[in-house]
């Protein structure tokens, strides 16, 4: 999720490209947005969650988004990229301390980073055969 509406269609069309499906991919500017989806649509299946998180959004930040995911029953259901524009190490460091974060990557993702996640496992039903 990222409030930069051209950040959203970019990373959109990365992901179609490496053949995720469309129809499972939503886009949210804010945090707030994003917990109001997953809090109306997580059932008991173990759905495996990817979000794109960047830091700085309106209404609720990345900080503020993964706090208050740790209270949420899908919380271990969840994977983060954190992908955002700041470079600053403690950034970095701070995302290492919440247990969903995968990753942290400088906007814009690339398509090679997109393709290096068809690897992960826990994600792997994301991407088309």
């Known amino acids: 999720?990222?409030?930069?509406?051209?950040?959203?269609?970019?990373?959109?069309?990365?992901?179609?490209?490496?053949?995720?499906?469309?129809?499972?991919?939503?886009?949210?500017?804010?945090?707030?947005?994003c917990i109001s989806y997953l809090d109306d649509h997580t059932s008991s299946d173990q759905t495996v969650f990817l979000v794109l998180l960047d830091i700085t959004m309106p209404v609720m930040d990345g900080w503020d988004f993964l706090e208050e995911v740790q209270n949420r029953s899908y919380k271990d259901n969840m994977l983060v990229v954190m992908v955002s524009s700041s470079v600053?190490?403690?950034?970095?460091?701070?995302?290492?301390?919440?247990?969903?974060?995968?990753?942290?990557?400088?906007?814009?993702?690339?398509?090679?980073?997109i393709e290096q996640l068809k690897s992960e496992k826990r994600i792997e039903g994301l991407f088309a055969g």
Do not use: C
Not at 20 to 27: A, D, G, H, I, R
Not at 93 to 98: D, I, Q, S
């Open 1 to 33: 999720m990222d409030d930069d509406r051209i950040f959203n269609l970019l990373h959109t069309r990365f992901f179609e490209k490496a053949g995720v499906n469309l129809s499972n991919l939503k886009s949210f500017r804010g945090g707030d947005e």
């Open 88 to 113: 600053d190490g403690a950034d970095k460091e701070k995302a290492k301390t919440y247990s969903q974060v995968l990753d942290y990557v400088e906007k814009p993702l690339s398509q090679h980073f």
